[in-house]
């Protein structure tokens, strides 16, 4: 394995390791270690070199496919590789489709670092900022806070924007459609139920965004708030789909910092079909 | 407080507490205590003595409202008060929406029990049974086995059938409307995805039916395995529906063995709308 090399001295080289682009990654996000995260390599290993990069927020197996195609070997994936938090891969016992991947990332040869704790550590969040951005809300967003005052819409129409803006086909809300909205909360993901519950109890929006919720949690913490009275409302998204814009956004902010290897992003997307 | 009695000592008298009906239920059950079980009384006490039983799957604020004009004080619920596993009331800090559902629940003297893990430890599983009979499929349920054995139909028409026989709207699959499904895995609820994954990698279900998944998990273990050509299909119901005709099944459950006490079914029902 090659040996670390300071992130600085690389930028004029080709010779960039899978570990060199996560340091300069780590540096250029003035990030500190996080003990015990789950942003690790789960495919491929450090002193790997890097053909190209893709960004995503599952490396699933249509994203690998793309990958090869794009002739870049790693993989910078937000969430993880293996269909658990902590990626881990005996969790189900004679798991195929667990095997089959693996078997995919390593005759192509491909790496996967997630970037998950990291990514929500740098300042912005370069996932709300990157959904800020799609969602043309940059001049309402502040790094640190979780609420936006947009001008004030329906829900419905807001539920419009988000469809039209972040790329959406369906999305499932608690609320009335004509109610209106100003201070939004925007949580994208699954950052679950004690912290998006605390951000409307702490925080009171008109509405709180989510990308994904437990249905046990916050959509019932808002439905008895609302039966008792209170109006704030829920969007959720989809995990993947609010997510997304946040690691599209990753690949433009990577790439100025790392001109010899070529960065895309591309977007696992929406899994399911509405019915 | 009421000292302790056998339930076979009380089925004749109208003096039933709280208590004495989860005896009743343990024992009927053929249950054994289980460790560390959720299924406390979140509300009101065990002495009290009860008016009428609603069941239900969320005490909502709508369904307890509803059990105070049926002059029922208790209510059996298979999921929690709120708002989080366990039922800790500190968990996110000035939870209004918790402390104003509290003081309903005490100025209408409501009893809530949950009744989760034995719920679903009685032979055959009360929520599976349940759904399985709304849904018309007795004939080809077994008690212990997620799996049955179906009439084989698309996945378009298996879908329009859950729709209409357990009164959903609107739901969400991965996989092809037209694809047949003959053998199927029942897993209504939220089941976790280690255990949906476990039986979807074991039992190779043509479709799994679940309540409700964590999207970086089941939903992505289904894309993927699919991806991998694969033919699995998901379908997910929603939480609060697709464990429903349980509670349902067990208010008919129980009625005969407490013929005394009234006993009814208020579904909590769908918290979304869809757009």
Same mark, same amino acid.
């Given at each position: ?11 004029? +080289?080709?010779? #960039?390791?899978?570990?060199? $682009? *996560?340091?300069?990654?780590? &540096?250029?996000? /003035?990030?500190?270690? %996080? ?7 789960k495919s ?10 893709? +960004?995503?927020? #599952?490396p699933?197996i249509? $994203? *690998?496919?793309?990958?090869? &195609?794009?002739? /870049?070997?790693?993989? %910078?994936?937000?969430?993880p590789s293996f269909y658990n938090?902590?990626d881990e891969v005996n969790l189900v016992k004679n798991n195929t489709v667990l095997e089959k991947k693996i078997q995919l990332l ?170």
């Amino acid at each position: 394995m090659k040996p670390a090399v300071a992130a600085e001295n690389l930028v004029n +080289t080709n010779a #960039f390791t899978v570990q060199d $682009v *996560i340091n300069l990654v780590l &540096k250029e996000g /003035a990030l500190t270690p %996080i003990s015990n995260t789950v942003d690790t390599i789960k495919s491929g290993h450090a002193g790997q070199q890097v053909t190209g990069i893709v +960004t995503t927020m #599952f490396p699933t197996i249509a $994203v *690998i496919e793309e990958a090869v &195609k794009r002739n /870049a070997n790693f993989i %910078i994936a937000h969430e993880p590789s293996f269909y658990n938090h902590r990626d881990e891969v005996n969790l189900v016992k004679n798991n195929t489709v667990l095997e089959k991947k693996i078997q995919l990332l390593e005759k192509h040869q491909i790496a996967i670092w997630r970037f998950h704790d990291y990514c929500h550590s740098i300042n912005p969040d370069i996932i709300s900022y990157g959904v800020a951005k799609k969602a043309g809300w940059l001049s309402y967003y502040k790094a640190k806070s979780t609420v936006l005052t947009i001008p004030k819409v329906s829900l419905k129409q807001l539920v419009q924007h988000l469809k039209t803006s972040l790329g959406i086909s369906n999305l499932r809300i608690i609320g009335d459609p004509e109610q209106m909205c100003e201070r939004v909360a925007l949580l994208p993901g699954a950052a679950g139920g004690q912290y998006q519950i605390n951000i409307a109890s702490s925080e009171k929006p008109d509405v709180l965004i989510a990308g994904e919720v437990s249905e046990w949690e916050t959509a019932e913490y808002i439905r008895d708030s609302r039966l008792l009275g209170g109006n704030m409302a829920l969007i959720i998204l989809g995990h993947a789909v609010s997510e997304e814009p946040g690691m599209e956004w990753f690949a433009e902010w990577l790439q100025p910092k790392l001109p010899a290897v070529k960065i895309t992003h591309v977007a696992s997307g929406n899994p399911f079909t509405w019915m």
